[in-house]
């Protein structure tokens, strides 16, 4: 035994002199030398203020900030995850998880099913958006979501006991099963008009080629001679299901991307490898500001080969291509490795990681900074930031006080109190808020607590606020006062102006309680501008065709 540790120390001492020496002898501009170094630097100054510091530090929460602050200066997908993490970063690239099918959230410090999953335990035993979760198997889980959340996840095959308070009915006890809950890539498709189709994907894990194939060759039967395909709030995934996804609509050989890294291991191209499902089939891509990496790649593929037109908003700019490597004691880091570039040789990452607009999407670029590029017809496509769409559709703005009814959940919770007084909903067209129901509501949200301003509003308080700054609110106070009492919203009457679009939104809600994800989004289709964009050039071949060709 003795002998054994001899060898230990005796390896451990040789270790620590090879490193001493190189160090000793390395120039002081070696980058190795510098790295060496700073984690000598970082450790000791580890050790002393945890040894020192007036108060008791915990060892992870300090070694985790120092990380994250380390990571931030990098771009904002290199990130890091404990051990604790892992699991839903194994849901994020697979979509796959065990638990009982269904969005949970803490609203008003109450546990809250916000959505049921179609087709997955919570919805077959008949848990419905609105049910406030107050026991699990017994255990008193009211208002605690963290401990809630551990309890609804779990192996398959498993069953909890799961205890809710419904509005107007009172408790309800439910069996629900644990169960692999795989997130469909695909959760709707169909016929949009008489020979349209539309599917919308809001994924790319495992199979999200395959839905879509499988929709496109469905809606083919059912008459579509036209195709949509919805990217809008897709976030991406898989790079290899992009490709599988390309190619279904251009044919075998094609490049689909190529990644550039530091390293020669991570440059690489991506070609289709199979025969294409329909070169023909007339298609318009949708996107969204928040329509990002796997889901640019396949924006930006259909518009490099003028294989598609591409309607909506300037995409996300996500141009990074991420490589998740294992740490130590279970710990792993997702790292960014390479930039990918659509075939026309453009990278759609935004320039700038850091200074983005509100909802997420890329600033406003300047020209000097854009690189010009060529579609396969010759049209002008430009880097420097997201898919700029071939017909810009301006994205949707509510009203402020629709902004501070979302922002507060009113609608669900309007909808928890006012659901038992509307009939059942057999048809999702004809179905129609009617001037009752929203009389109803805006007379029971002027009730409610929440807050909301008008632009003119936020624009006084900054004034206000440099008044004061500068010294020179006493001058203008009176004016200042005089402002704000004109400006003083009226919330029935902000609620009247803003009546179409708040009707159209518990439409929606009621719509959702009775035919989940699939119903709201159907129901929204009524007062879709970038839907009704893409509906009208695929009824104009001409202007279709025109596109593409870049007259």
């Known amino acids: 035994m003795a002998k054994v540790k ?59 900030n120092g990380i994250d602050g380390m990571l931030s200066k990098l771009d904002p997908y290199t990130n890091y995850y404990s051990e604790d993490e892992i699991e839903d970063v ?90 692999k809950i795989d997130l469909p890539n695909v959760p ?30 469905e809606l083919k039967k059912q008459g579509a001679t036209k195709i949509i395909l919805d990217l809008r709030g897709n976030p991406g995934g898989l790079l290899s299901e992009a490709v599988n996804i390309s190619n279904i609509f251009v044919p075998k050989g094609e490049l689909i991307v190529t990644t ?33 990496s796997a889901s640019e790649i396949v924006a930006g593929v259909m518009q490099d080969y003028d294989r598609g037109v591409v309607i909506g908003q300037k995409s996300y ?46 600033g406003k670029v300047a020209d000097s900074l854009k690189t010009l590029f060529k579609t396969k017809n010759g049209r002008p496509v430009y880097d420097g930031g997201g898919i700029d769409p071939d017909f810009l559709v301006p994205k949707k703005n509510y009203a402020p006080v629709t ?34 129901i929203f009389n109803d509501f805006k007379s029971w949200a002027v009730s409610q607590t929440f807050d909301y301003s008008s632009p003119l509003e936020i624009q006084l308080s900054k004034l206000k606020e440099v008044a004061e700054e500068t010294g020179g609110l006493k001058n203008i106070s009176t004016e200042l006062s005089a402002l704000e009492a004109k400006l003083a919203h009226s919330r029935a009457n902000d609620i009247e102006q803003a009546k179409a679009e708040i009707k159209q939104l518990l439409k929606e809600e009621f719509v959702m309680r009775t035919y989940l994800e699939e119903g709201r989004l159907l129901a929204s289709f009524e007062n879709d501008q970038e839907l009704s964009k893409a509906l009208e050039l695929l009824s104009n071949q001409s202007l279709y065709e025109k596109t593409l060709a870049g007259n």
């Open 6 to 64: 001899f060898k230990k120390r005796y390896l451990a001492l040789s270790v620590v002199m090879v490193f001493g020496l190189w160090s000793f002898t390395a120039p002081q501009n070696d980058k190795y030398f510098e790295i060496l170094k700073n984690l000598d630097i970082f450790a000791t100054m580890f050790k002393e203020v945890n040894a020192k510091y007036v108060d008791d530090i915990n060892p992870n929460t300090f070694m985790r």
């Open 90 to 179: 194994r849901t994020e690239n697979t979509g796959e998880y065990g638990g009982i099918g269904a969005q949970v959230a803490l609203l008003d410090g109450k546990v809250m099913i916000v959505m049921p999953d179609k087709g997955f335990s919570a919805d077959k035993a008949g848990l419905k958006r609105g049910d406030e979760i107050i026991t699990i198997d017994g255990l008193d889980v009211k208002g605690q979501f963290d401990r809630a959340s551990e309890y609804i996840k779990g192996q398959a095959s498993k069953k909890v006991a799961i205890e809710v308070l419904r509005e107007n009915v009172g408790k309800l006890s439910f069996s629900v099963a644990l169960e």
């Open 188 to 217: 709707y498709f169909g016929m949009v008009s008489s020979d349209v189709g539309l599917i919308k994907q809001t994924g790319f894990t495992p199979d999200a080629s395959k839905e879509v194939k499988s929709a496109l060759r």
């Open 260 to 292: 550039k890294g530091k390293l020669e291991e991570t440059n690489a191209t991506y070609k289709t490898l199979n025969t294409s499902t329909d070169e023909e089939i007339p298609l318009v891509v949708l996107t969204s500001s928040m329509s990002a």
């Open 317 to 362: 700019g996500k141009g990074l291509v991420q490589q998740t490597l294992p740490l130590s004691y279970n710990s792993q880091m997702k790292v960014t490795i390479a930039k990918y570039y659509t075939p026309s040789g453009r990278c759609i990452q935004a320039l700038d990681y850091t200074h983005r607009n509100e909802d997420g999407s890329v």
């Open 403 to 436: 902004l501070g009814i979302l922002s507060e959940s009113l609608l669900l919770k309007f909808g928890n109190e006012y659901a038992a007084k509307i009939d059942s909903i057999s048809n999702i067209k004809d179905f129609q808020i009617t001037d009752q």
